[in-house]
């Protein structure tokens, strides 16, 4: 089955205003036709404005490459200027590359996504769940309801709080020194399930480190290191060439520097840590972030999700399983669900957001119903949208994320006003 198949039954545009919708939601019988003029207009105004240093931009539809475009310089101090193979901090578009990998070996019938997470990574097994204080001022911890299952660390709704819940949950997260970038994945987990679960597994979305665990059973059930068999399974058969932890001496020119607004100002982000990340060796391999790719890297990636798993007649996923990672697995009434309406009229699938309706509003994310998408701390952002036979890239360095170009680059792919 297509992924867009999915969706053809969903109504819900009736509901919007005539206006709204005929804006964002492009008719089925009305191929959507991609100008470049309107493209590369609304991205040197994103420039004029001063709303980012530089971007490069790539859009392909019905297996064609219909826009590419480098705008502005990489490192200003450098005079590097923007480039098609420029290097990118991609940071949590690492996340759907961990996703694929796990999904590989759901297809070897290695796990099920209904499992409880203790079948895989049993450092999960004394978990508690915190709720609340007592008079004393001490954390109350309990027993989880039910015990988090593989689906739930695949959709952010496991229990894990990560570093900006607040509260006892974060200030035990931070003292676990669960982002310590020189320990192993494997030290990683056992630090995250030491820390109590910030609310009942499947009663909350809340963005997470819950990918590392997804890491992590990558590296037991293929008896590989994460990294070796992203590699071997991903990156190498997509020849996605330039992709990986580490940037090599020689690439250092290519690598484009992280920008920060400061009184309105873009200026060189030197206070973020995690830029160091790349420059050498860890022993940490990250599955939630950590990867540099280039845009046309990315690109092959997200046109094998267009071809439900398949590209240039490399196979990586089954179409149903690409399917299944494309539908929206959010429990049904589940309302807490931290920054994900920022996205949209989404739901969440398996590493994805997963739109579900056209936009509520001309202030929302442009884009068709179907779509499956995710993006990067530093500013990055892919989308494929099988409706328009569409994969779209955006590539900027900007901490912390701001997606202010990404809105006017979405608008200009659906020539929304």
Not at 141 to 163: I, N, Q
Request: no cysteine.
């Amino acid at each position: 089955m297509k992924i867009a198949a999915l969706f053809a039954a969903v109504t819900v545009v009736a509901a919007l205003p005539a206006a709204a919708a005929a804006q964002t939601d492009p008719a089925p019988d009305e191929p959507l036709k991609i100008s470049k003029e309107r493209i590369g207009k609304a991205l040197n105004g994103v420039l004029e404005r001063g709303e980012a240093m530089g971007l490069v931009a790539r859009v392909y539809q019905d297996g064609e490459k219909v826009y590419e475009a480098a705008f502005g310089e990489a490192d200003l101090e450098a005079n590097e200027s923007m480039a098609q193979d420029t290097l990118f901090r991609i940071y949590s578009m690492t996340k759907p590359i961990t996703g694929v990998a796990l999904m590989t070996l759901y297809e070897q019938g290695l796990f099920d996504l209904d499992d409880p997470i203790t079948d895989y990574v049993p450092e999960f097994e004394d978990v508690r769940v915190f709720e609340g204080l007592d008079e004393d001022g001490e954390p109350i911890l309990v027993a989880p309801e039910r015990m988090p299952t593989v689906r739930d660390f695949t959709r952010h709704t496991a229990g894990l709080g990560g570093g900006d819940i607040g509260g006892y949950p974060q200030r035990a997260y931070e003292e676990a020194g669960v982002r310590d970038m020189d320990i192993t994945l494997e030290e990683e987990v056992r630090r995250l399930a030491s820390v109590p679960l910030a609310y009942q597994p499947g009663t909350q979305w809340h963005y997470s480190d819950a990918v590392e665990v997804q890491a992590l059973m990558v590296e037991r059930l293929s008896g590989m290191p994460f990294d070796a068999y992203v590699q071997k399974t991903i990156l190498d058969p997509l020849d996605m060439k330039d992709t990986g932890y580490v940037v090599p001496e020689e690439d250092r020119d290519r690598l484009a520097e992280v920008y920060t607004f400061e009184d309105g100002e873009l200026v060189p982000a030197t206070g973020e840590a995690s830029l160091a990340f790349n420059l050498s060796e860890h022993a940490l391999t990250p599955g939630s972030w950590g990867l540099v790719s280039t845009i046309r890297d990315y690109s092959r990636f997200a046109r094998m999700l267009l071809g439900e798993g398949t590209f240039e007649e490399v196979t990586i996923l089954k179409p149903e399983t690409v399917e299944l990672m494309a539908t929206d697995a959010l429990p049904d009434g589940l309302t807490d669900t931290h920054f994900l309406p920022n996205k949209g009229q989404v739901g969440f699938g398996i590493d994805f957001a997963v739109r579900t309706a056209p936009p509520a509003s001309p202030d929302e994310n442009v884009g068709a119903i179907g779509e499956f998408t995710w993006d990067g701390y530093a500013s990055t952002l892919f989308w494929v949208d099988p409706a328009n036979d569409l994969t779209a890239l955006i590539f900027y360095q900007i901490v912390p994320f701001d997606d202010t170009p990404q809105k006017a680059f979405r608008k200009a792919v659906y020539g929304a006003d």
